[in-house]
């Protein structure tokens, strides 16, 4: 597989990429990761890294919160990954997955008298999802509250949870409430439904972290659909009766749910606006669309 990693500042090939079992961030989860998706342009024959900056920036974020001293600028990460995927040399869609972690062969529950050290890897990665459109149910898993909701890997066991119950049960994926009881977001991706032809997405109070995808699909609805998005708490109940529903991730991209509780939405099908979205949204990631371009950050040199 024409996969690269970059371990301990090498490039190397990823099957080569190990480090040691007594590795901190392994049994405590302090590790703060991204996504990033390099989607392949076949007529540009170019692979485009989506909003790099943005998620390294929200990596950072998750940083401060495990004080994690990262030996990096963004400006540095940005290029960093710009030369992994490079190496890569890969023709197809990518994913990205950089991690800043606690690296000191240590164990001991603590953020202190640690090192930090960033690892990441590129490896080809299509479709998410082996259906175009999900069937979903609302999981008997709730996340945990009071730890801002960054993607620090030591958090991702109660989605873990979820999206295995939801798998179990014969479905694509879970939608999981906050402790109050409303709907929060998948176990990787974020939710909008439409109601009364508008975008509704629960805001960043309820704790959900704040998708890249969600915000591109939010600027994408106002700017080229004239559609705003409401930012509110939404109940579970709302879920059965949306006009739409569909789920926004960098590995998901635009996902349309066909149904929830075994109830379905728009009678199973996808609606109007998630395939105006879908359609925006793919000419987006693939650098066609010249208006957005700035997103999109070129790998090979022409
Ligand atoms: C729990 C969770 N919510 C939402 C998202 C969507 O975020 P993004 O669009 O930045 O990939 C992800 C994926 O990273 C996730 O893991």
């Not at 001991?108 to 069937?135: K, M, Q």
Request: glycine share 8%; charged share 25%.
């Amino acid at each position: 597989m024409p996969a690269y990693a970059y371990l301990k500042k090498k490039f190397i090939p990823l099957g080569e990429a190990k480090f040691g079992v007594m590795t901190n961030f392994a049994h405590y989860g302090t590790g703060v990761f991204e996504g990033i998706r390099g989607n392949w342009n076949k007529e540009h024959k170019q692979l485009y890294l989506f909003r790099l900056k943005e998620h390294y920036e929200r990596l950072m974020n998750g940083c401060r919160v495990l004080s994690i001293d990262l030996p990096y600028t963004l400006d540095e990460l940005c290029q960093l990954t710009i030369k992994l995927a490079a190496k890569s040399q890969l023709k197809e869609d990518a994913y990205v997955r950089p991690v800043a972690y606690k690296s000191s062969e240590a164990l001991g529950v603590r953020l202190h008298n640690l090192e930090s050290d960033f690892l990441s890897f590129i490896f080809p990665w299509g479709p998410y999802f082996d259906t175009d459109r999900a069937r979903c149910c609302v999981s008997s898993w709730r996340f945990p509250t009071e730890i801002p909701r960054a993607k620090l890997t030591g958090l991702y066991i109660t989605n873990a949870l979820a999206k295995s119950e939801a798998v179990g049960n014969g479905l694509d994926e879970a939608i999981m409430l906050t402790p109050g009881g409303y709907v929060a977001e998948g176990s990787g991706e974020n939710i909008f439904l439409v109601v009364d032809g508008k975008l509704v997405t629960p805001p960043a109070s309820d704790g959900i972290l704040i998708g890249i995808t969600r915000d591109t699909v939010m600027k994408l609805a106002k700017n080229e659909l004239g559609i705003e998005t409401v930012e509110r708490h939404v109940n579970r109940i709302e879920l059965y009766n949306a006009e739409e529903c569909f789920l926004t991730g960098t590995a998901a991209h635009i996902t349309p749910v066909a149904e929830i509780d075994r109830r379905k939405i728009d009678g199973g099908e996808i609606g109007k606006v998630t395939r105006k979205l879908q359609k925006l949204y793919s000419d987006v990631i693939l650098g066609k669309n010249k208006k957005y371009s700035d997103w999109c950050t070129p790998v090979y040199k022409k």
